[in-house]
């Protein structure tokens, strides 16, 4: 499909107004994807932390900083999926599947590679350090917004306070002022929770307070009795509310799909950890036939993915493997934009490129016409700039720079693509170096070594 401005573009003519002199204004020129479509020859101007507007180029007044891209630019990706502290291990092949998650989970091999060692880095003291590669690997793959970074694995000075370079939805996510809770929670094992713990998660979703709970449910085989029965065991809880979405969910059948529909409770998909332990991953057939609400995550990248981006390009090549696609890449691009930002309840936030939501953009080098194509098979390689908060973090180092000119850009190998980041200002300068390099010899120590960011 050819880059295209459609009809209703042209609700766009005049909204990239010309803003005097502000000295946190600036516009990002390039092929913008929008709600109502792409724009070829485009702009997004941001204010602040906000997009203040979004339209064909204009040149803004004198005074305005202009960055050209040369690429396309996209809402920052959105992972309602992953647990980041594990992400500093390498990718673990056991060879083998599993009925279900409690089975690998007592496996030996797996407790010797990632469960005891882990274990260790955690009461080492590791954990912001680990957080804080595991959070570059996600910039990486084009992530702005994440969910599954647990306070536990940080130190308790740390829990109420962390904050790097991702939007964490369920810890810091920026959204409220200091102090007030965030209205989204995170839970691997829901069935396992108090019961004044799960009283009040159904009080606070009933009464709005919380606006989603992302469980771990029906992880193993389509036909694995105990992980069916996982989903009885949740709507006897009196879980299955809106606002709910289930990770997973491999072994749900088109009569669950159907009543999650109805509640209003979403899925959270994550394909390649599940082909990779479960052998199958979720009948999405049947979710998309009961109109589920489905957001892509790369779950974690041992089994999964590095990041979102290539997660995405693992579905989009496995989509393209059936006899008949479910998915058009429009819809995948949804799947890590919109309908993530939907269930978290952000919408009004994040996921999208338009006037009056937080700045979270991702800009990717055009290596084919259709922009939708194009993100659903890029590689982290193809990542030209990251935006959070209306700050470029993360991006091809002369961009970076150019984006944001006084930052404390650290360049940092990304495989075989030299890459920047902007850690905050009260980093020391060689922080990343002696980060690395410290995850590395307590890893080697513990009978492993540090994976890289990406594969």
């Not at 912001?128 to 793959?141: D, F, I, N, P, Q």
């Not at 740390?158 to 996510?173: K, N, P, T, V």
């Not at 590095?306 to 693992?314: M, V």
């Amino acid at each position: 499909m050819a880059r295209f401005l459609p009809l209703a573009g042209c609700l766009f003519l005049a909204a990239l107004t010309r803003i005097h002199g502000a000295p946190d204004t600036w516009v990002l020129r390039g092929t913008v994807v929008t709600p109502a479509g792409v724009i070829p020859d485009g702009a997004v101007t941001l204010r602040g932390e906000r997009i203040a507007a979004v339209g064909p180029w204009v040149p803004p007044a004198a005074g305005v900083r202009i960055v050209e891209t040369h690429g396309d630019i996209y809402p920052g990706l959105i992972d309602l999926h992953n647990h980041l502290t594990w992400n500093v291990f390498p990718r673990w092949r056991a060879g083998r599947t599993w009925p279900n998650r409690y089975e690998w989970q007592q496996y030996v091999p797996y407790q010797m590679a990632l469960d005891t060692p882990h274990k260790a880095m955690i009461e080492q003291g590791y954990g912001v350090r680990m957080a804080k590669y595991a959070e570059v690997k996600a910039l990486a793959g084009g992530v702005t917004s994440l969910a599954g970074l647990y306070p536990g694995d940080l130190p308790e000075s740390e829990r109420a306070s962390y904050h790097q370079l991702l939007r964490m939805i369920d810890l810091h996510s920026g959204f409220y002022p200091p102090g007030t809770p965030e209205t989204v929670a995170y839970q691997v094992f829901p069935l396992f929770m108090v019961e004044p713990l799960a009283a009040q998660y159904r009080t606070e979703l009933t009464s709005h307070q919380l606006k989603a709970l992302l469980i771990h449910l029906g992880e193993g085989s389509p036909v694995d009795a105990a992980s069916i029965n996982e989903f009885r065991a949740l709507k006897a809880r009196g879980l299955l509310l809106p606002g709910v979405s289930l990770i997973h969910g491999v072994a749900l059948h088109a009569p669950q799909f159907k009543e999650m529909h109805d509640l209003g409770v979403g899925l959270i998909w994550s394909p390649r950890s599940n082909f990779e332990l479960y052998g199958a991953t979720a009948d999405l057939a049947a979710a998309l036939a009961a109109q589920v609400t489905i957001a892509l995550a790369p779950d974690w990248s041992p089994t999964g993915s590095d990041g979102l981006l290539q997660e995405l390009k693992y579905a989009a090549v496995w989509n393209a493997s059936l006899p008949h696609p479910l998915l058009s890449d429009r819809d995948l691009f949804d799947m890590v934009t919109r309908r993530p930002a939907r269930l978290a309840g952000a919408e009004d936030k994040i996921g999208a490129v338009q006037p009056g939501l937080y700045a979270d953009l991702l800009v990717l080098h055009p290596t084919r016409s259709d922009p939708y194509e194009n993100l659903d098979h890029s590689d982290p390689a193809d990542v030209d700039l990251v935006v959070i908060d209306g700050q470029p973090v993360y991006g091809r180092p002369q961009l970076a720079r150019q984006a944001r000119p006084d930052a404390p850009w650290v360049d940092v190998p990304v495989g075989r693509a030299a890459k920047a980041v902007a850690f905050p200002a009260s980093t020391p300068e060689d922080d990343w170096a002696h980060t690395t390099a410290a995850l590395e010899a307590a890893l080697n120590a513990l009978g492993t070594h540090l994976g890289p960011l990406v594969e």
